[in-house]
């Protein structure tokens, strides 16, 4: 399966197939280099040539300033040059970190993104987001960089754990609430296969990204449980969750907000929470997490003038972005106004 991507900042294609690992590691031209975790490593070992392999410690703690810089180095005297190809293999970590490098490496050269986990081969390896963290912030400093090509293999999610593959697949979930009722339903029969979900989703995330490339406005729909979600993840320290599990507590959360405020229809949040267990994540809220995850979203910057840009669901497989009051989040968050 080929998808293209047609943003104003880079075209590209998406292909989704069994097998393609091998082909996806050594470029038609030029020189390459691959980025890879240690864990990644350590199962493609024997594909690789350890000559042109950057290896990253595997975590979240990796995409910081220092690996960065050790990646650009590593770069340097492997000679590569501006028509060469740094090539990403791994989780969203390695997605973000080698595309930055990428992004700044001689002021730009060729990457190409193969993703290992279902996280990145549903999102993070598509739409052109690359970036480390600061001790201050997650992603706080980056750029948008498009990769020249994104290579899903499904067969690499054999070796994924369950706890990561169902944060995955949070995220398809996600897509199916903001954008594809067929999806949602195909998911509720639990009737498919991986690669036609992986398709879904990019093809959704590539429409976003084509129509918003920048992430100035309807972009933003991608966020849906990520509001609650994210200040999840701050208040309970990061590890607790896998951010996959955090924005599952962030959809229920919000589609029960929704519920409330008279946006969403009667039942969807018990329809999430039904889906979200089925796929073994967090599927109830847990109302002192909820309250202190309040006081997060209160503290946020992006809370400055007392609104955020809320996501919420009308319909399954539609979504609709509100201004909504910080306060009035709190209450229903705190207990003050019933969830
Ligand atoms: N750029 C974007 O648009 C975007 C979007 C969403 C998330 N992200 C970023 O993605 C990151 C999270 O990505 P992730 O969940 O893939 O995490 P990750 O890259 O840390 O991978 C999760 C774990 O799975 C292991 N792993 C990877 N592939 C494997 C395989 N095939 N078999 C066995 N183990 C494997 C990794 O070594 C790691 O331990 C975060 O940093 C987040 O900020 C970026
Ligand atoms: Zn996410």
């Given at each position: ?76 005297q492997m000679g590569m040059n501006r028509n060469d190809t740094l090539i ?163 959809m229920l959360a919000a589609a029960r907000l929704g519920e409330a405020l ?78």
């Open positions: 399966m080929k998808l293209k991507v047609e943003a104003a900042n880079g075209c590209y294609d998406i292909i989704i197939e069994k097998n393609i690992l091998q082909d996806a590691l050594i470029p038609d031209a030029g020189n390459y280099a691959v980025v890879t975790d240690s864990n990644v490593y350590e199962l493609y070992a024997k594909q690789l040539d350890r000559e042109k392999v950057i290896v990253l410690p595997a975590g979240e703690g990796s995409k910081n300033f220092m690996e960065l810089e050790r990646i650009l180095d590593n770069l340097l990403a293999l791994g989780g969203g970590v390695i997605g973000d970190i080698a595309g930055f490098a990428a992004a700044i490496y001689k002021r730009g050269i060729s990457f190409v993104q193969v993703p290992t986990t279902l996280l990145a081969m549903v999102d993070s390896s598509v739409g052109g987001k690359v970036a480390v963290n600061l001790p201050g912030g997650k992603n706080m400093a980056g750029a948008f960089y498009q990769p020249e090509a994104v290579f899903a293999d499904a067969c690499v999610l054999d070796t994924l754990d369950s706890r990561q593959y169902a944060a995955g697949m949070a995220e398809v979930i996600k897509y199916g609430y903001i954008a594809d009722s067929l999806l949602l339903e195909k998911l509720k029969r639990n009737e498919y296969e991986i690669e036609s979900v992986i398709y879904d989703c990019c093809r959704i995330k590539a429409a976003y990204v084509e129509e918003d490339p920048y992430d100035k406005g309807v972009r933003m729909q991608l966020n849906y449980g990520h509001t609650i979600g994210h200040a999840v993840e701050t208040v309970a320290g990061y590890g607790k969750y896998l951010h996959g599990e955090a924005v599952a507590i962030g008279g946006i969403s229809p009667a039942g969807l949040a018990d329809e999430t929470a039904a889906l979200l267990k089925q796929y073994a994540l967090p599927h109830t809220l847990d109302r002192a997490l909820l309250a202190e995850a309040a006081g997060a979203i209160a503290k946020d910057k992006k809370a400055a003038d007392g609104k955020v840009d809320f996501v919420l669901i009308d319909r399954p497989g539609h979504a609709v972005t509100e201004p909504l009051d910080i306060t009035t989040i709190t209450q229903y968050m705190t207990g003050q106004k019933n969830l």
